[in-house]
């Protein structure tokens, strides 16, 4: 079936770095892609999103690039800090309404 | 603003009993909720499509007499989960989309609810 996934289950990285968290779909008609961060116990909470007509998306200190070609996504975090330590999931959002497909999600842990 | 919460945060209980959990829009009016389930480890899989005023739509595979869901106001809808039993322990998120809002990625997520059956 369709699905939104990830290549890496997760990523360690030290403090002051950027990371690089990566995304494949398979569903080609998606409006929007999302991603969101989810701490552990809470709900996830939207980072950034991008339009199926972009390629690229920034915002303070994350960047989402979209290739529709190879139908993949990222997110880039710059001067990744102990605070970002979560898990990163991406999310599309299909044609014809808001519900939201969740991909399987990469746990981030920042190193001081 | 935006905050959406849920009731209960944990709760535990013997299994066979049933257990609602309430999804409520605090600041906003939500015509359209989200159910979804997380196992430990796991993404966010999608239960039910919650619609005030008419009945939820449920996702492939989920039962709907297991789960049931009731969009009672615009600022709340409540799940049930009914003969719970442990395979149904999981953390519980609801997402509500503000009627506000004509963008799909004003959706606000609850803090979730963690369920434990024994």
């Known amino acids: 079936g369709e699905s939104v996934g990830l290549h890496l289950p997760t990523l360690s990285v030290q403090e002051g770095d950027n990371s690089i968290i990566n995304c494949a779909y398979s569903?080609?008609?998606?409006?929007?892609f999302i991603w969101y961060k989810q701490e552990s116990g809470k709900g996830p909470q939207f980072i950034i999103d991008?339009?199926?007509?972009?390629d690229k998306r920034q915002g303070q200190r994350v960047t989402v690039l979209l290739n529709k070609t190879v139908k993949h996504l990222s997110l880039q975090i710059a001067a990744t800090q102990p605070g970002d330590s979560a898990v990163y999931f991406c999310?599309?959002?299909?044609?014809?309404?808001?519900?939201?497909?969740f991909g399987a999600g990469t746990r981030l842990f920042v190193k001081a | 603003g935006a905050v959406v919460s849920q009731h209960p945060s944990w709760v535990i209980c013997k299994s066979g009993t049933s257990v609602k959990i309430e999804c409520r829009s605090l600041?906003?009016?939500?015509?359209?909720m989200f159910w979804y389930r997380q196992f430990p480890k796991q993404s966010l899989m999608l239960m039910a499509t919650s619609n005030e005023g008419s009945k939820a739509t449920y996702e492939q595979g989920v039962e709907k007499d297991k789960f049931l869901i009731n969009h009672a106001s615009l600022t709340l809808s409540t799940l049930t989960v009914t003969s719970a039993h442990p395979e149904d322990s999981s953390f519980y998120i609801c997402?509500?989309?503000?009627?506000?809002?004509?963008?799909?990625?004003?959706?606000?997520f609850g803090p979730g609810t963690r369920l434990t059956v024994l």
């Open positions: 991008i339009r199926s007509n972009m």
């Open positions: 569903n080609s008609a998606s409006d929007y």
């Open positions: 600041d906003f009016q939500a015509t359209t």
């Open positions: 997402s509500a989309n503000p009627d506000r809002s004509g963008s799909y990625n004003e959706q606000f």
């Open positions: 999310a599309e959002i299909r044609t014809g309404g808001f519900k939201t497909i």
